[in-house]
């Protein structure tokens, strides 16, 4: 005769059972039994998946209101999933921070405006303007360059430990791009110092006969990888993303960047 495991343990017991897994696995065993998924939803479990400085994260949140509503009217378990879907603005409205759903490790976005770009205060070969589809409050729209050179940086000590993470540029075209046809971009990612780490070359904008490498994401944005790297416990200073192309012989122009997310490996 079996024995049913939710006859003899409290839910409390099942739920700190829960919190000893992963994300994923507590979202699978709702549908085990009505017990399972009463354990599942308990504040226990989703508190022990928030990062453990989640809240001075969110006291860093470019609007007040929003920082007090996430940590005064939500439980853990609704703040958990707000975050995984609703990245929260903050750093003076450069950045953003959210969560992997599948573990619960930190995701961030550096935007335009954090990154250093050359010329980008020059009217003549960049412009800022606000889009409806960003997060953000202003993208950086490039009107002319022959010297392209976009590089961002996030100390690794604010991601989680022992976690590969991936970078990707968040763009997409106007209506009147031009050069990125012809000239393939490089794109690279490098850990520290000790870290030189490896440059693709791709074309952001390919003929049809050559490969793709760009896709498109949920939010109508485009974005490419950069790189990736593994951050251990956070103790290698900085990680350094960029995209380059230096051909002075190759105007390029149309390109609209949002920014540079920085996520987990296979996270989406």
């Not at 226990?44 to 009217?73: H, M, Q, R, V």
């Not at 540029?169 to 870290?195: A, I, N």
């Amino acid at each position: 005769m079996r024995t049913d495991i939710t006859n003899i343990l409290p839910e409390e017991c099942i739920s700190y059972i829960l919190s000893l897994t992963s994300p994923t696995d507590v979202c699978r065993s709702k549908l085990v039994s009505p017990v399972f998924r009463s354990a599942a939803d308990s504040d226990t479990i989703w508190g022990k998946f928030l990062p453990s400085d989640c809240y001075d994260i969110i006291s860093n949140a470019s609007s007040s209101s929003s920082s007090k509503l996430l940590t005064s009217s939500m439980s853990k378990t609704q703040l958990y999933f707000h975050l995984c879907k609703n990245p929260i603005i903050i750093d003076n409205g450069t950045m953003s921070f959210g969560l992997d759903k599948a573990t619960g490790k930190k995701c961030y976005m550096l935007g335009a405006r954090r990154l250093s770009i050359a010329w980008a205060n020059t009217p003549r070969y960049w412009r800022w303007k606000r889009v409806p589809e960003s997060r953000f409050s202003e993208v950086a729209e490039l009107k002319e360059v022959w010297w392209l050179d976009v590089k961002g940086t996030i100390e690794t000590k604010i991601l989680s430990p022992n976690t590969t993470y991936v970078a990707y540029l968040v763009y997409k075209f106007s209506s009147s791009r031009y050069g990125f046809e012809k000239k393939p971009v490089d794109l690279h990612v490098e850990l520290g110092e000790s870290d030189a780490g490896r440059t693709f070359r791709i074309f952001l904008d390919p003929s049809a006969n050559i490969p793709q490498f760009s896709r498109e994401r949920e939010d109508g944005w485009m974005e490419v990888k950069l790189g990736e790297f593994f951050n251990e416990h956070g103790d290698d200073g900085k990680a350094t993303c960029s995209l380059r192309e230096v051909d002075n012989y190759t105007l390029k122009k149309g390109l609209i960047i949002e920014g540079i997310d920085i996520r987990p490996k296979d996270s989406r």
